[in-house]
């Protein structure tokens, strides 16, 4: 690409050069016919915005609150795995970004990078992304040294007992480096004959019999606030409320996991009306543009995540690629607010959106 890019979605050539096919494919990719991963962009499309006029607009704030942390924007960096593979300098350079921009990074369990290493990295506020494993002993070790690293929360996520089918992985043959959290604990340095050396690495080492009762287990080893991610249905949204969490975020995994899942945007309001208000509601999935966090917001959400936009920039530009696609879509927001005639995240309200479920007015 000759010029600089505008928009998230360019960056996504500026990786597809950057990055070996293997690494592209895993990065880019969703489960099975992908037909999640196009809704999750597409359903965006469909919603519509109500701007009010005559609003005076000259100063915008976009800053918010989540759990009681400060950020300049309601736009976080989603939990995504080994970013080495994206850039030499890994989660430090996306944490370090995180930082710059003032929001906040989930880190993954799965990175390329240590927990400590990117702790001692940046002064951001970060949460944690946890998978629970067989080792159930490595798990509570984990958790121990999230604590003790400064991490202010734990996103469990819950969409992934066993691995999505995702082709291109297959048919690469795509391995997993030693992701080193679990250094000295367990080798993820897995090789099968057929298939993707990840999807054998999942099943040889997460606890595929995780259930609601566990959520006890993981409160009764640490006092961080737990949120729940992988939520879909106003059933498990109740459930997690009532077994205690601390929010919940609404996510198909980026469609990477259960194809046929509906695009999460299209879920999200039956969530928040479910929760009631009573923890907060996260978002993640196709989120591309200022416009879909806007979207997200007048449907409930407390904040939205963004996923391979941020592994995108990082494989272009390392920790400025990642601060571009940031401040691009803080751009973005901050102009759809200005433009609808909301000064700051609260004025944003549902009738700021029209979707294909509203009735006429
Ligand atoms: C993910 N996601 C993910 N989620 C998680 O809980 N732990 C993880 O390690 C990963 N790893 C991961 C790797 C890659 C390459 C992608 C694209 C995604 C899911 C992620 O947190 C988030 O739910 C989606 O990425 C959101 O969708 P978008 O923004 O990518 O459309």
Not at 281 to 293: K, M, Q, S, Y
Not at 331 to 343: Q, V
Request: one cysteine or more; proline letters at 4%; hydrophobic letters at 40%.
């Amino acid at each position: 690409m000759a010029s600089e890019p505008v928009n998230v979605n360019e960056f996504r050539e500026l990786a597809r050069q950057a990055l070996p096919k293997m690494y592209y494919d895993f990065y880019t990719g969703g489960a099975e016919d992908q037909h999640t991963l196009k809704e999750n962009v597409a359903a965006f499309r469909r919603i519509m915005l109500r701007p009010r006029v005559l609003v005076d607009v000259s100063r915008i704030d976009m800053s918010t609150t989540i759990l009681g942390y400060k950020i300049s924007t309601p736009i976080m960096i989603a939990p995504t795995a080994m970013h080495q593979l994206a850039h030499p300098e890994g989660e430090v350079a996306t944490a370090r970004a995180a930082a710059a921009c003032n929001t906040i990074m989930i880190l993954s369990n799965m990175s390329t990078c240590t927990m400590e290493e990117v702790a001692s990295s940046c002064n951001a506020v970060r949460f944690f992304q946890l998978y629970v494993l067989k080792r159930r002993d490595i798990s509570a070790q984990i958790v121990h040294r999230v604590e003790k690293n400064g991490y202010k929360a734990i996103v469990l996520t819950v969409d992934t007992p066993r691995l999505g089918r995702r082709e291109a992985d297959i048919k690469n043959r795509m391995v997993a480096p030693q992701l080193r959290n679990f250094e000295g604990l367990l080798s993820t340095e897995v090789h099968t004959d057929k298939g993707s050396n990840l999807e054998a690495l999942v099943k040889g080492i997460y606890d595929t019999s995780l259930s609601w009762e566990d959520i006890g287990w993981l409160k009764s080893i640490t006092n961080l606030p737990i949120l729940i991610k992988g939520v879909l249905t106003h059933e498990n949204a109740r459930k997690a409320v009532e077994v205690g969490v601390a929010g919940i975020v609404v996510s198909n995994h980026g469609a990477r996991q259960l194809d046929y899942t509906p695009a999460t945007i299209s879920v999200l309001e039956e969530v928040v009306h479910a929760v009631g208000g009573r923890v907060p509601v996260l978002f993640d999935g196709g989120v591309r543009r200022g416009t879909d966090v806007f979207k997200a917001l007048a449907l409930g959400a407390q904040a939205v995540l963004v996923g391979r936009p941020v592994v995108y920039g990082l494989a272009a530009n390392g920790e400025r690629g990642v601060r571009r696609v940031i401040e691009m879509l803080k751009d973005e927001f901050e102009l759809t607010m200005a433009l609808s005639g909301c000064p700051s995240v609260k004025d944003i309200t549902r009738s700021h959106v029209t979707t294909e479920f509203d009735k006429p007015r």
